[in-house]
């Protein structure tokens, strides 16, 4: 079974601060964990992905997260929010062969 | 430029009323997702399908909803009848078997039941 949590449905971040929405997840098995981000009236857009290798991994936008195994985290970052990352951010997981689980999301207000 | 469209975009309907929502994967993509989004529930599935077939559809009132795939370039979700608790936005996403290939979300169905 595999199921992810986001803590925080709501941030705000001021712009040019620090952005951290929280994802934990759990898996029976090894997980493949995505961030996506959707801006209204829009649909869900990958921001990055994790599957093996490295566990620090890049997306667009300047986002990046790392795999915590240990931590069973997958926690999405920014060095500096901008006013147009302002959207709805989903975290999921998934396995090979498997559907994807999606979290509740976290809602990313940024503050001018 | 690969996407998946959906369309309509927008449906207003009678209480009732019969719909119909479709999804044009991407050309290639074997496994197609059908998602309802509400502020109460947040992203829910409702059926996924692999190389045509249903795999779960768990997620969906079965006295109502049915979703098909006539063929690899079409998947179909229908309402029968719908009731105002269906006003959602729903989603069709394709993707890969493989699971960590990510899903490729259309721009989704805002439907309204009155």
């Known amino acids: 079974a595999q199921s992810v949590t986001q803590l925080g449905s709501h941030v705000s971040v001021s712009e040019g601060a620090l952005v951290l929405l929280r994802c934990n997840y759990s898996s029976s098995v090894p997980p493949y964990l995505f961030w996506y981000v959707q801006y209204p009236n829009q649909g869900l857009q990958l921001l990055l992905k994790?599957?093996?290798?490295?566990?620090l991994v890049k997306g667009i936008n300047g986002f990046e997260a790392e795999f915590k195994k240990s931590e069973t985290s997958f926690h999405l970052t920014k060095p500096s929010a901008h006013m147009s990352d302002a959207a709805e951010y989903f975290c999921?997981?998934?396995?090979?062969?498997?559907?994807?689980?999606f979290g509740t999301g976290t809602s990313l207000t940024v503050i001018p | 430029d690969a996407r998946v469209t959906q369309t309509p975009r927008h449906k207003v309907t009678e209480m009732g009323q019969e719909v119909t929502m479709r999804c044009q994967p991407i050309l290639g993509h074997n496994t197609v997702f059908w998602y309802r989004q509400t502020m109460m529930q947040g992203l829910e599935l409702l059926a996924y399908f692999r190389n045509r077939a249903p795999l779960d559809d768990s997620g969906m009132p079965k006295d109502r909803f049915s979703a098909e795939m006539p063929d690899a370039t079409l998947a179909t979700l229908k309402i029968q009848p719908s009731e105002p608790r269906d006003s959602a936005v729903y989603f069709c996403?394709?993707?890969?078997?493989?699971?960590?290939?990510?899903?490729?979300f259309g721009q989704g169905t805002r439907l309204t039941v009155v």
């Open positions: 994790y599957t093996t290798g490295a566990t």
């Open positions: 996403a394709s993707g890969f078997e493989t699971g960590y290939a990510e899903a490729f």
């Open positions: 999921a997981v998934s396995a090979l062969g498997n559907q994807f689980y």
